[in-house]
Each structure stands twice: as structure tokens, then as C-alpha cells.
């Protein structure tokens, strides 16, 4: 497998030189020799490769955002060449979708590729049901569906991302490039020093990178371990470079929209200031010196650039355990230490100041349980020497219900992992309190190897069947899915 060799996870300072062209290597240089008659920083790393780029930003306005989002095959520029991929409209991450509390959000999937996708709005609080979250509808190649979701009046403000869930080729779609953001804005975002930050949204993806659609080929191996990519893109770009400026405050916004690749990121030199999760904001600054994010989990945090300088944002070995562990030998799942994107500093002077609190303590109180469950997150052997996938031993089968749950019942599961890797289960539609560190809420959580985590979660105001499943998308595709219906 070539996937994990160190040389194409470290790219080259002469690929960052022929990315940036002669003239934005010459700007950069000029930059550096500023910044060292003022301050005389040391820095770390070299400067990163091309430009900090966002995706474009759709908003509501008047209460409504309706869009196209065309889901096609795509060969998008590529160094001195063009990588294939999947795009929505053109590009990979597709639009950011700015809404608000109680917008209305209409979305026209068009699917050009030649195998059924769908859409599913991740951590979103909105029906699965009809049009809406409904990932059982499935759209053939060809075909146009029209999604609409009524975002509740009471939805909490945060980072959120859509991506396709038709089952049995999630993991290819979102590791050939589908995904994008879904920004929920509220009151809790005219904090001062919130609303005049640097606010960033960070797409991470690992695509496998070639020129036509044999790079979407995989091996039983790569299924199992969770498939990853030769190289970490933020925004679809290749390690970035963040112009920041001390006494402005950086609002990082991360998803992790690769199909397997847990990102374990530390910024040299500077805290990680962390003030929400999946869509669940803290009440005050969490700080902290690296950050798991496993995949399809969110993560928003403050950065205060302290001095000028370059430093780099790293993506720290992680072992999230593998098929290595359990058959011996091979399928060695953890990456290198990989420089991610490079923070350039300019300006002097006294850092920003951090806000004290930014929600109400009483929404993260835990709901009493009514009721409490197990699941359990397992591998076991599989016909032709394979392993099979499972949720309390079953593999998904769309026509069976898994948990029938009353609406207005409070759950708290504990969700044990059998197995010696790690698996991030997620639940649709209902968000989950942590009960050993419930600092926010989540749609996503990061069950390790052999250890278990407990959630409660109040299943209120939402009903409806959809599922939950582990957020390495190939086990999701083999079959670690259950289906969940709450009745009403
Ligand atoms: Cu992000 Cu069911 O998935
Ligand atoms: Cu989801
Ligand atoms: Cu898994």
C-alpha cells in the first residue's frame, strides 16, 4: 500500500515553490524578510504553500436558501496537472451553507455521477423523514432530488456539513470529494470578540490523488482499516498558509470530512482555545494542546497569534489501532506526523484576550435518563477470511428496526467497543451529552479500542427513523450501521 508512505505525506519545499508560481514565492520571502527586521522571529517551519481559500458561502436571506448542488465527476487543478474527483458544483468542499434559526433550506441534488448518492445534512436537529434527513431515499445517476429541511426555531448556532449516505459507496463519494460545510449562526456569535475574529471554516479530506477514476480502486485491506488518502488537504488545498496578525484572534472551525483519517492536531507554540464541538458550544473556553478529531467530528477553537513567526499546524501520529492488531502484521493504519497548514504571523504588540463566557451553563446540564442501553461496537470473522463489521453483532439491513424509542424518553447508552480499533459512532438527528466530560454536545463520538464512553441523549421534539453507525465510512459501508426510529 502506498497510501501511508511518508513521501507523499510530506510534501516538498520545491512543490510548495511550483504551487505558489515564482511571484507568490518572491511576495512570500519578502514578507519573511519584513517580519525578521522587526522582530527577529525564528521560524519553525518553512512558509506553507499557496493561500488560506474558503469555499464560496451561500446565505438565507429572508428566511430561505435554496440552491442546486450538482454532485459530478470533476478533474480540478492539480499542481501543473488536474486530480480527479468528486465535486458539487465544480468545486470540493462544495458551497458553504450560512443559515439561521428557523430558515427554510431547499436543496436541488443533481446526481451526474454513474452510481446513486443522496444527501444528508450531518448534526443538523431536522426531520429524517419525507425530503428532509431522509438518507434511505437514494437518487439514481441521472436523476434530481429535491431536499427541504425546516431548521427549528431553537436550533443551537454551529458547524455543521452535508455529504452524500447512499450505503455501500459513502466512503468513496466522501473521500473522492464530497462534501461541505453548514454554518449556523445565532445570537451566541455577537459575542465581542467573537464577531471581530478571523473566523475560518477548515474542510480536512484526504483524497486519494491521480489523474482519472482508478485512484477510487481499493483493496479488502483498505476497507477494513478504513481507507486513507496519499496527502491532507484543508479547503481542498495542500498545507496552507494562514496570514495572521497579532491582537487578532483566529476562529478556527474544523470537520474532519475524510472517510477514515483521524486528525491528532497541536499548533507549535500556541494553545488551542476550544469553544464547541459538533455543533455543541462550551460555556467558556476549553484550553488544550492538541485535539483529537476522528472522523466526521467537528471542532471549533480560538487561536491568539502571541509573536510574529511561522508555525506549523500538525497532524500528530495517531493510532487509532488496525487490522495489524488483530491479524499481525500489516495494515498499519497510523500516519506520519504531517504539517497540515502553517499560521504566519505578522505585527507585534499584546495578544487578543479570549472571551470568558459564551453560553449558558444550564444547557449543558444532562437530562436524568428514563431509560439506559448498550451498544456494542464489534468486529468478528467474515466468510472468504475477511472481518464483518458490526453493531450488537448484526450488520445493517435497511428493513429492520434496531431501537424503537418513545418521543419525550431521555436514553443513556453506553457504547462499548469489542474490537482493537477505534470507531466513531455517530447518531443522526439527536445530539448526545458525554456523561464523563459533558463540556458540549455532540453527534459524534470517538469510542477507543477496547474502552467504552457513555452519552445521554433526550429524544425530544424530533421523530422519525434514521440511523446511526461508525463514521469510518467504509465500516459504515460494510455494514456497522443500525437503524433508530422514535415515535411520536
Ligand atoms: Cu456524517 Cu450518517 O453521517
Ligand atoms: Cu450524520
Ligand atoms: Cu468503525
Redo the contacts with the bound molecule.
Keep these: 500500500m502506498t497510501s501511508s508512505s511518508p513521501d507523499r505525506l510530506i510534501p516538498s519545499r520545491r512543490h510548495f515553490l511550483a504551487l505558489l508560481g515564482v511571484g507568490g514565492a518572491t511576495t512570500l520571502l519578502a514578507a519573511c524578510s519584513t517580519d525578521t527586521t522587526t522582530s527577529t522571529p525564528t521560524p519553525t517551519v518553512d512558509p506553507g504553500g499557496a493561500g488560506f481559500v474558503q469555499p464560496e458561502v451561500l446565505r438565507s436571506s429572508g428566511g430561505r436558501l435554496e440552491l442546486t448542488l450538482r454532485a459530478a465527476p470533476t478533474d480540478l487543478p492539480w499542481g501543473d496537472g488536474t486530480r480527479y474527483a468528486f465535486t458539487y458544483n465544480g468545486s470540493s468542499p462544495g458551497p458553504t451553507l450560512h443559515l439561521r434559526p428557523g430558515d427554510q433550506l431547499t436543496i436541488h441534488l443533481e446526481n451526474a455521477l454513474d452510481a446513486d448518492t443522496n444527501l444528508h445534512t450531518h448534526g443538523l436537529r431536522v426531520s429524517p423523514s419525507g425530503n428532509a434527513d431522509n438518507i434511505f431515499l437514494r437518487v439514481a445517476p441521472g436523476e434530481t432530488q429535491t431536499y427541504v429541511y425546516d431548521i427549528p426555531d431553537n436550533h443551537p448556532s454551529g458547524l455543521f456539513w452535508y455529504h452524500p449516505h447512499s450505503h455501500g459507496t459513502v466512503a468513496e463519494q466522501v473521500a473522492a470529494g464530497l462534501a461541505g460545510a453548514i454554518v449556523v449562526t445565532d445570537a451566541i456569535d455577537d459575542i465581542a470578540e467573537i464577531a471581530t475574529s478571523n473566523e475560518r471554516v477548515w474542510i480536512l479530506s484526504d483524497p486519494p490523488i491521480g489523474t482519472d477514476a482508478s485512484i477510487l480502486a481499493t483493496t479488502r485491506g483498505d476497507r477494513m482499516s478504513?481507507r486513507q488518502g496519499d496527502t491532507i488537504l484543508v479547503n481542498g488545498v495542500e498545507r496552507p498558509d494562514v496570514d495572521a496578525v497579532v491582537g487578532e484572534l483566529e476562529r478556527w472551525r474544523f470537520v474532519n470530512a475524510s472517510s477514515s483519517r483521524y486528525y491528532r492536531l497541536a499548533l507549535d507554540d500556541h494553545p488551542l482555545q476550544m469553544i464547541a464541538s459538533d455543533g455543541g458550544r462550551f460555556a467558556a473556553p476549553v484550553k488544550k494542546d492538541e485535539l483529537l478529531l476522528a472522523p466526521g467530528e467537528r471542532a471549533e477553537l480560538l487561536v491568539a497569534p502571541a509573536t510574529a513567526g511561522s508555525f506549523a499546524l500538525r497532524a500528530l501520529r495517531y493510532d487509532r489501532g488496525g487490522m495489524g492488531a488483530m491479524m499481525g502484521g500489516g495494515g498499519n493504519v497510523e500516519p506520519e506526523e504531517v504539517v497540515v497548514a502553517t499560521m504566519t504571523v505578522r505585527g507585534d504588540g499584546a495578544g487578543a484576550g479570549l472571551p470568558t463566557a459564551l453560553l449558558d451553563a444550564g444547557e449543558l446540564v444532562l437530562p436524568e435518563p428514563s431509560a439506559t442501553r448498550v451498544l456494542e461496537?464489534g468486529m468478528g470473522m467474515a466468510g472468504g477470511g475477511g472481518m464483518s463489521?458490526t453493531i450488537d453483532g448484526k450488520i445493517f439491513d435497511g428493513d429492520r428496526t434496531d431501537i424503537t424509542i418513545e418521543a419525550g424518553t431521555v436514553e443513556e447508552w453506553e457504547i462499548r467497543n469489542t474490537s482493537p480499533?477505534d470507531?466513531?459512532l455517530h447518531l443522526h438527528v439527536w445530539a448526545m451529552l458525554p456523561v464523563d466530560d459533558p463540556v458540549g454536545w455532540k453527534d459524534t463520538i470517538n469510542v477507543p479500542a477496547r474502552e467504552s464512553v457513555r452519552v445521554r441523549i433526550a429524544f425530544t421534539e424530533i421523530t422519525g427513523r434514521t440511523v446511526y453507525h461508525?463514521h469510518?465510512l467504509d465500516?459504515e459501508d460494510m455494514g456497522?450501521m443500525g437503524v433508530i426510529e422514535v415515535n411520536g
Design positions: 478504513g461496537l463489521f480499533m470507531h466513531p461508525c469510518i465500516h456497522m
